[in-house]
């Protein structure tokens, strides 16, 4: 079985410390990189890329509302123009600056607000497949399995890659439980890499209840903050290559190419 790690990195603001991303550059497999928007700028963008060429990770865009003082995590109501031109632009600065290194983007995966409303909305999840489309169609969509991007990216014909989470526990509808409820993370590196490698054998969703649900998984995602992230991202690769999964590039994995 061939299994992704991705981390959201680059994301240096206010909020966020890009403090871990070196070590866990050296540790996952795809990087999806703040673009500007919700956190980053230039300068993040270019080092991140070239600490992820020297590791041969894989990078894609990780766009965001146009949000820094929120982080991207404040649900904003927008016209569906803004909405692709926001995606379009974002991919296209971080392709533009990866361009300059000698590095493709391989993939898309929408970040904070935009996400969790995507998963839930597919009109809105729409325009953002048919956005990401109009730049290159060959980018892979890395979305939350069960969600409405996955519905849309592939009834659109899109390369879909899905993604569980490392360090959050879900409900019984198949949906992270809320960062305001106290069972929402997973702070403990051993406790993620047996929830992990459970699922990824299983392809289904461990439920904070017990409940399964069977989905596909491509990709597992690693938060890159919190004091025990590099931890946690070294225990769940260690537990997947014992588990006998081989870990690729989303690009290289068999159903992409």
């Known amino acids: 079985m061939e299994i992704?790690?991705?981390?959201?990195?680059?994301?240096?603001?206010?909020?966020?410390?890009?403090?871990?991303?070196?070590l866990l550059l050296e540790i996952v497999n795809s990087a999806n990189i703040a673009c500007g928007y919700?956190?980053?700028?230039?300068?993040?963008?270019?080092?991140?890329?070239?600490?992820?060429?020297?590791?041969?990770?894989?990078?894609?865009?990780h766009p965001s509302f146009n949000d820094p003082e929120n982080f991207g995590r404040k649900r904003l109501n927008l016209p569906p123009n803004e909405i692709e031109k926001l995606v379009i632009n974002q991919i296209n600065i971080l392709s533009g600056i990866a361009d300059s290194k000698g590095v493709k983007i391989t993939h898309v995966k929408p970040h904070g607000a935009l996400n969790n409303m995507a998963c839930e909305d597919f009109d809105l999840a729409k325009i953002i497949s048919e956005a990401i489309i109009k730049v290159d169609k060959e980018l892979i969509f890395l979305v939350p399995t069960g969600?409405?991007?996955?519905?849309?990216?592939?009834?659109?014909?899109?390369?879909?890659?899905?993604?569980?989470?490392?360090?959050?526990?879900?409900?019984?509808?198949?949906?992270l439980v809320s960062r305001s409820k106290n069972n929402a993370m997973i702070t403990d590196p051993k406790i993620?890499?047996?929830?992990?490698?459970?699922?990824?054998?299983n392809q289904a969703l461990n439920c904070y209840s017990g409940k399964q649900i069977p989905c596909e998984i491509d990709s597992v995602c690693v938060h890159?903050?919190?004091?025990?992230?590099?931890?946690?991202?070294?225990?769940?690769?260690?537990?997947?290559?014992?588990?006998?999964?081989?870990?690729?590039?989303?690009?290289?994995?068999?159903?992409f190419i």
């Open 192 to 201: 993620a890499e047996l929830h992990i490698v459970k699922m990824v054998k």
């Open 38 to 61: 919700h956190a980053g700028d230039k300068s993040t963008m270019s080092k991140t890329i070239e600490i992820s060429k020297k590791n041969n990770v894989s990078i894609g865009a």
């Open 4 to 22: 992704n790690i991705n981390c959201d990195l680059g994301e240096s603001s206010k909020l966020h410390s890009t403090e871990n991303d070196r």
């Open 147 to 175: 969600s409405q991007m996955e519905k849309a990216g592939k009834k659109l014909g899109m390369k879909i890659a899905t993604e569980i989470f490392a360090d959050r526990n879900y409900e019984d509808d198949g949906n």
């Open 224 to 255: 890159g903050d919190g004091q025990t992230a590099v931890k946690t991202a070294k225990q769940i690769k260690e537990g997947l290559i014992n588990s006998g999964v081989t870990l690729k590039t989303l690009d290289n994995m068999k159903k």
